[in-house]
């Protein structure tokens, strides 16, 4: 009996104290009103114009650069395209699930350092039934795709991958282990709308990346390769650089102007201890980012709680502001960027293909009637210097010694492809369809520049623009004397 009467009375106690604690929290969570600000995802956007920039963007590309593309198998190239050409690459081809996506941000980073937090906190799904599972032991097993959608809906990795209509369907190549680990969250958001989020599993150093199941470096390459934006998250406990975040460090290679440091969970120390951590952290860093310019380090709490008491709260709301600014500049920008890659894409085509084409023009000079092709061909590849392959190209043409992919590229390319098999680029016409190569020029050289510039003329100026000159008023020389 008085066990009954004491579980009577903790009972409503128990309910009274939940209560309590849910209007505590209530009252502590942080202000949100700055990122719809910054984000502007109150303001309309023109859907009619963008999407027929689209369209003209992927009539350019199917018209001029994927005939060049298939003709010269530059797909084959691709598993060597990142050594060859640091820098975003497109998939097996440039699809139009590829050309129509939305902008996509990378969260990278050791475990439990906040990532799942951060994206929680970006959308507002903080205590809610579809927020994502935090926690502080390795939480995230699944490299999670957050997308825009009708309604909430859960989406399995098979389907995603199957799904033509998606971007996700060169994933099937990573197996089924891996399509087992991928999932996708449809939801009606206005940031959805805009972008993309991929939250990934955290690193852990003492996991050997084969008892995974899958490749898991070489999907983490394929997401960066895609990324229009890479926040590589650390918190002041987690600082260490052991092997898996060194090897990570080096996929970013080529990759850091998309690249943001955030120390995460700031509020957790007092002024003096983070000045140390932040040293720590670039003292860790230092090593494993070789550039001149380093990238920029946000330094913030971000989780939908208020920043704990006696901290810089000033600071962590300027950074974390300064982050929001980062990221709406790629989704204001994203449709100019999307040509900017896809002209990129195009001179890559345009160069292999030159260089195909001379090596086939070397081959069928070099050869005679007694001649073996097997061994001709083979001098050629093996040493492409001794016949000026890659020299000619930058005699004969607007070509950038910078541009030039690796020569070991193409030993494997002829590999899989005998040079039998292609023809040289002035074979390459037809009465109704003209040449191939003036198509990928003109493409390169007056569509996409063309397309581009009737984007930013159609543009109105922003509020912050308007802000920083008045918006045609004449800036003011702050530096002449009066």
Request: hydrophobic share 40%.
């Amino acid at each position: 009996m008085k066990v009954l009467v004491s579980l009577c009375v903790f009972v409503p106690l128990l309910a009274l104290a939940t209560a309590e604690e849910e209007a505590v929290l209530e009252s502590i969570l942080r202000d949100r009103s700055h990122i719809e600000e910054t984000l502007r995802l109150a303001a309309d956007e023109k859907a009619g114009d963008f999407a027929a920039a689209l369209q003209r963007l992927m009539k350019i590309y199917h018209n001029s650069i994927r005939p060049m593309e298939q003709a010269y198998k530059y797909n084959e190239l691709r598993q060597h395209e990142i050594s060859a050409y640091p820098g975003r690459t497109l998939g097996d081809s440039a699809t139009d699930g590829e050309i129509t996506s939305k902008p996509m941000v990378l969260f990278l980073g050791p475990w439990s350092v906040g990532k799942s937090s951060m994206v929680n906190y970006l959308l507002g799904l903080q205590d809610t039934p579809y927020q994502l599972y935090t926690g502080a032991e390795p939480t995230t097993s699944e490299f999670t795709v957050i997308m825009h959608g009708e309604k909430i809906r859960t989406v399995e990795g098979i389907v995603m991958a199957a799904d033509s209509s998606r971007s996700f369907s060169p994933l099937e190549k990573f197996g089924q282990n891996f399509l087992e680990k991928l999932v996708g969250i449809e939801m009606p958001h206005k940031l959805l709308e805009r972008v993309t989020f991929v939250d990934t599993p955290g690193i852990i150093e003492n996991r050997k990346q084969q008892e995974r199941g899958y490749p898991f470096n070489d999907v983490c390459q394929w997401f960066i390769d895609r990324a229009d934006l890479i926040f590589v998250v650390f918190d002041p406990t987690k600082l260490d650089v052991g092997l898996e975040l060194e090897m990570l460090f080096r996929q970013l290679k080529g990759r850091e102007s998309q690249i943001r440091i955030i120390l995460n969970k700031a509020d957790s120390l007092a002024t003096q201890d983070l000045m140390r951590v932040y040293g720590a952290l670039f003292w860790s860093l230092a090593p494993l980012i070789n550039v001149t310019e380093p990238p920029r380090v946000y330094v913030s709490s971000f989780w939908p709680y208020d920043y704990a008491p006696d901290t810089s709260h000033d600071l962590f709301k300027r950074e974390e502001i300064s982050l929001l600014e980062d990221l709406n500049q790629v989704i204001e920008n994203r449709l100019e960027n999307k040509i900017a890659f896809i002209r990129q894409h195009g001179i890559r085509v345009r160069i292999h293909a030159l260089l195909v084409d001379r090596y086939v023009q070397t081959f069928k000079e070099k050869m005679s009637f007694f001649s073996d092709p097997e061994l001709v061909f083979k001098e050629i590849v093996d040493d492409p210097d001794k016949f000026y392959i890659f020299k000619s190209i930058l005699a004969k043409t607007n070509v950038s010694k910078f541009d030039l992919p690796n020569r070991d590229a193409y030993r494997d390319f002829f590999g899989i492809n005998p040079v039998s098999s292609f023809k040289q680029l002035s074979a390459q016409c037809s009465y109704t369809g003209g040449c191939l190569l003036e198509k990928i020029e003109r493409a390169i050289t007056h569509e996409l520049p063309s397309l581009l510039g009737s984007i930013n003329s159609s543009k109105n100026p922003t509020l912050s623009s308007c802000e920083a000159t008045g918006c045609g008023e004449k800036p003011k020389n702050r530096y002449r004397r009066n």
